[in-house]
């Protein structure tokens, strides 16, 4: 007959009480006098020193820690509202704006510099929704994927698939870093010759129309 787990673990236990017992009798005078006598005067003075403590004492300390236990929830709950709003209502900067088109800049170099482009991209597109609906990055990202929040189509795919992809073959990584190489060499600091596909230019006119940025950065 083959034992299934529950049934091992009631008959260990059974065993472990039965050794328990046997053992405790066997020594038992060791065990009161090391154990039970210990444990018992703990108990008894415990006892002791609580009946000798007023019950209005008890009654305020338990006043007490409700109103701790409430100031400090209410607390937390408007601390969290507070950052909540915050980020709602924290524009988006112009560092940051600069940031991204920085990434743009070299999508081309790699692929690693493509799925960058688009992560970057992907919160910055649910970072200026969340700032203009007035909602948290979480509910735009419900919005859009409900279809309740209406964007092209492009924008929609990298929001759900947090990638863009693209029909031309990207630039080699060693090309990249050549015309880094020769920009910094140079004193260059202007934008690679990109090659945007359709898709990736539909997501940043839609990023600069939201922003209501011209392709010359006005």
């Known amino acids: 007959m083959k034992l299934n787990n529950k049934a091992k673990i009631i008959l260990s236990l059974i065993l472990v009480v039965v050794i328990f017992s046997v053992i405790s009798l066997i020594y038992w005078d060791f065990i009161r006098d090391a154990v039970v006598m210990p ?3 703990v108990i008894w003075l415990g006892d002791l020193l609580l009946k000798s403590i007023p019950q209005e004492v008890y009654l305020v300390i338990l006043i007490g820690l409700c109103i701790v236990m409430g100031v400090t929830t209410v607390a937390k709950i408007r601390t969290q ?3 909540e ?3 709602r209502q924290r524009p988006i900067g112009g560092t940051r704006y600069l940031f991204w088109r920085k ?3 070299h999508i081309d170099s790699s692929q690693f510099a493509r799925n960058h482009f688009a992560s970057e991209t992907r919160r910055l ?3 200026i929704l969340s700032h203009q609906e007035g909602v948290d990055v979480f509910e735009v990202e419900r919005m859009i994927v409900n279809g309740d929040l209406p ?3 492009t924008v929609r795919n990298l929001i759900l698939k947090q990638e863009i992809k693209s029909p031309i073959k990207p630039q080699k990584a060693i090309e990249g ?3 880094r190489l020769r920009n910094l060499i140079l004193g260059e600091d202007s934008e690679l010759d990109l090659q945007i596909d359709p ?3 539909e997501i940043v006119s839609f990023i600069e129309q939201r922003l209501e940025i011209t392709r010359d950065g006005n």
Do not use: F, N
Request: charged letters at 20%; zero cysteines.
């Open 103 to 105: 990434i743009y800049s």
């Open 151 to 153: 964007v092209p189509k």
């Open 177 to 179: 870093v050549i015309d």
């Open 85 to 87: 709003s915050g980020e």
């Open 125 to 127: 597109i649910l970072a």
């Open 81 to 83: 509202r507070l950052a």
């Open 39 to 41: 444990v018992y005067y």
């Open 199 to 201: 898709q990736t230019d």
